[in-house]
């Protein structure tokens, strides 16, 4: 472990404490940039779902494009819009997409169960990547992680103010609420996405169950993913980050 890693520890239950007084100040969607981002997509999700469910019962495969098994499960199966447009599934690609100039990729969840259409924000996506190249630069140069606190077990927040990322601003498209990097101790990068995954649930008054992956919840109370993300489970009353599959 490094020593920027070793320096940056304290205590869990202090992050808990954080999270848990935040928590009282928030709702999902509070502001209305959140609100207006949701309702852009409606159309789109609820057009493109109602196409890849007549696509699959009459062609009996899912109009997505072939990714790795490294891929991440929230990046996996985005959704084939050229191929859906040509076969005459929809009229046009949504605006909102990135193949269209748009800020979203729409893709496929539960593939093998149920498939559902969700949207995954290009946004953060790019946020968490531009962070990631900062501390992969000043890993290379001081040969240790730029850490602040330790939020859960085997990860940190990457300490800002030690990296040269042009803007390093993250806001969760479920909450509007400004989020933190976090990282492991090789150095990779996620979006924290525990405040928003405690809105859910006390939203809906669910307490899980300790082996679930909390990341579930999310993806029922919005049609985001939790893009950038590393699992969740519910330890000592809150959502802790465990370590990615």
Do not use: H
């Amino acid at each position: 472990m490094t020593k920027a890693v070793k320096a940056g520890r304290t205590l869990p239950a202090a992050a808990i404490l954080v999270l848990l007084s935040a928590i009282l100040s928030g709702c999902l969607y509070p502001d209305n940039q959140a609100q207006n981002n949701r309702v852009s997509y409606v159309e789109s999700v609820r057009n493109l779902q109602a196409a890849v469910d007549d696509y699959y019962q009459q062609e009996g495969v899912l109009p997505i494009i072939t990714a790795g098994p490294e891929i991440p499960r929230y990046e996996k199966f985005r959704i084939n819009l050229e191929q859906l447009k040509n076969t005459g599934y929809i009229d046009d690609i949504p605006a909102t997409a990135f193949e269209k100039g748009g800020s979203a990729y729409f893709l496929i969840i539960n593939e093998e169960t149920e498939p559902t259409v969700k949207v995954m924000d290009l946004g953060t996506v790019q946020k968490v990547n531009d962070v990631q190249m900062s501390v992969n630069r000043y890993m290379t140069q001081l040969g240790e992680l730029p850490a602040g606190e330790e939020l859960y077990p085997g990860y940190w927040t990457v300490d800002v103010s030690k990296i040269d990322a042009r803007s390093t601003e993250l806001r969760s498209v479920y909450s509007g609420q400004d989020m933190s990097y976090i990282m492991d101790e090789a150095g990779t990068v996620y979006a924290d996405y525990a405040f928003d995954i405690m809105q859910a649930l006390q939203k809906d008054d669910i307490t899980p169950a300790e082996d679930e992956d909390l990341r579930i919840y999310l993806e029922k109370a919005s049609f985001y993913v939790p893009v950038k993300s590393v699992p969740y489970r519910w330890i000592n009353g809150a959502p802790q980050a465990q370590p990615a599959e």
